[in-house]
C-alpha cells in the first residue's frame, strides 16, 4: 500500500471527495484505485478563514509499485509502514519453577504491561492498592460532594490510575520506532473506546468511557491466566544480594517473586519513601508548580475557531502555550481541558491538589488547563525526596488558605495580577468542588512563580485573544505534573541500576507522562520481563 500525506480538504468535504483527492495527487484513474483507509485526520486552523482537515491515507491501487518508483522524489508519498504489532515472544509459557511476574499498579502502564504479559502467557499477578474502578469512581465522586477523602481510593489510587479522572487525552510526542502506541490505540478499540482513536490527530475518551474500558481490559487479562488483587499497597520489597526476591503487602501477605513492573504513578509517596529506603537507586529530577485557569469556553472556540466556533466537526476549542519568563522560568499550559472541570485531586489528608477532567463530549461550560511554572531539583535541595516535601509544603498551604474542608482557595485573574485579594465571583463560575474560597494567592505559590506568571499570562493574550479576562479564576494548587524522582533504570534490560528483577515504568518512574506514554512504557517493559524470563526466542529485536 501507499501512504499519502497532506491531502487536504475544507472542513464539510463530501466523502466521494476523498478518493478524488487521491487519484488527484497520483494521477490516476478511478477504477486504479482499489481501496483506502484514513490513517490521520487534523485540523488545520492556523488561518481562521480557511480552516481544513489534513488527512494521512493508506492507499491500495493497481499500480503501487510503478506509483513508489514515480513518486520516488515526493515525501508526501511512501510505501505504508507495517504498523502491526509484533510480539518478542509468543505462547512462552513460564519457566518451570519460575514465580509469575508480578505488576505493581493498574494505571496504563501498569494495565498495558499486564495486557502484554498475559498475551504472551506469561499470567501476570497485578497488585493495586486501590479499589476496582467503579468502587473507586463511588468513592472519588463521593470525595467531591462531600469533601471525606479516602487515601487509598481517590483520583491518584485506583483502578485505572490517575487518568481515569482527566480528558483521557491519546496523543505524544515520544519516539516510537516500532509503534507501540498503535498497540495501545489498537487494544482500547477492542475495549470499548470510539473507532476514531485510531486516526484523529488528538484522540481523546473522556472518564465515564474509561471506566468501561479498564474493566474490559481486566476481563481480557484474567481471561489469559493473569490475577488481580485489590486494596492491596505494596508495603516492603524483599532484596537479596541485588535481587528482588519478594514483596510485603499492607495486611502483611507475603509474595514470592523475582520480576517486578513498578507502575505506580507520580503519588504514591510512601512507595517512593520505602524504596529510597531499601537502597533502590533514585535521583530527583524537574517537574512543575502552579494553578488551574478557567475561562468560557466558548472564549477558547472564538479565539481559536474565529466565525467557525461551534461548527460540529471542530468540536470544543484547545490550546497550548509556553512563554519564558524574564526570571529564567518557563510557563506553560499543561493537561488541557475542553469543556471540562477542575477536580479535587488531593491523596493525603490535609494536603490540596488540582487536576483537570473532561468527558468524551466536552460539553462542559468552562475550559480549564493548569498554567505552571518549571522547577528543578536546584529549587528543593537534599535528598533524592526532596521535591516530595516540596510539594507537600504548598499543598498544605493551598488546604489552609482553602479553609482546611477541601475548598480550594481561588482568585479571579485580574486580582491576581494586581496582588489583590477577590472578594465576588465574575461571569466565570468555578467548576471546582467541593467548592472553593476567594483569596489572595500570592501565599499558595513561591515567588519566583508568582512573578514568572504574573508576567506569563499578560504575553498569552496574544495568542487567545481573552485569555488576560480579568474574572477568568485561578485555582490552587497544581503540584502533580509528573512524578519528582526517576527510579533510574538500565537502557538495554530497563532493570533498575542496582536492584535486578525490578522494572521501573510509566510516570512514576519519570519514563512517561500521560496515558499514551505511560501505556507504551508498560509494554516496553512487559517485552523487557519476557526477555529476562527467557520464556521463548526474540521474534522481534529490542
Known sequence: MLRLTEIKLP????????????????????????????FRRGIDARKKSAIHFTYTLDVATNRDAELLARFSADA????????????????????SGTPRPVVIGTGPCGILAALVLAQMGLRPLVLERGKAVRERTRDTWGFWRNGILDPESNVQFG????????????YSQIKDPHHLGRKVLTEFVKAGAPDEILYVSKPHIGTFRLVKMVEHMRASIESLGGEFRFSSRVDDLL??????????LGNGD?????????????????????LHARGVYIEAKPFSIGCRIEHPQSLIDRARYGALAGHPLLGAADYKLVHHAGNGRSVYSFCMCPGGTVVAAASEPGRLVTNGMSQ???DERNANSAIVVGITPEDYPGNPLAGIAFQRHWEERAFTLGGSNYAAPAQLLGDFLLGRASGAMGSVLPSYKPGVHLCDLASALPDFALVAMREAIPAFEKQIRG???????????????????????????LQSLNTRGLFPAGEGAGYAGGILSAAVDG????????????????????
Not at 509494554?523 to 529490542?542: H, N, Q, T, Y
Open 11 to 38: 472542513l464539510d468535504h463530501a466523502a466521494e471527495e476523498i478518493p478524488a483527492a487521491i487519484c488527484a495527487r497520483l494521477d490516476l484513474k478511478p477504477d486504479d484505485l482499489v481501496e483506502f483507509t484514513v
Open 76 to 95: 508526501r508519498v511512501v510505501a505504508t509502514p507495517d504498523t502491526s504489532y509484533q510480539f518478542v515472544v509468543r505462547n512462552g509459557g513460564l519457566p
Open 159 to 170: 483502578e485505572g490510575g490517575a487518568g481515569t479522572f482527566s480528558d483521557g487525552k491519546l
Open 239 to 248: 532484596v537479596e544480594d541485588g535481587q528482588v526476591r519478594g514483596l510485603t
Open 254 to 274: 507475603q509474595i514470592r517473586c523475582d520480576h517486578v513492573i513498578l507502575a505506580i504513578g507520580h503519588s504514591a509517596r510512601d512507595t517512593f519513601e520505602m
Open 360 to 362: 468524551y463530549s466536552r
Open 467 to 493: 485569555f488576560n479576562q480579568r474574572d477568568a479564576v485561578l485555582t490552587a494548587v497544581e503540584t502533580r505534573t509528573s512524578s519528582p524522582i526517576r527510579i533510574k533504570r538500565n537502557d538495554d534490560d
Open 523 to 542: 509494554i516496553k517493559v512487559a517485552e523487557a520481563v519476557a526477555r529476562a524470563l527467557g520464556a521463548a526466542s526474540p521474534l522481534r529485536p529490542s
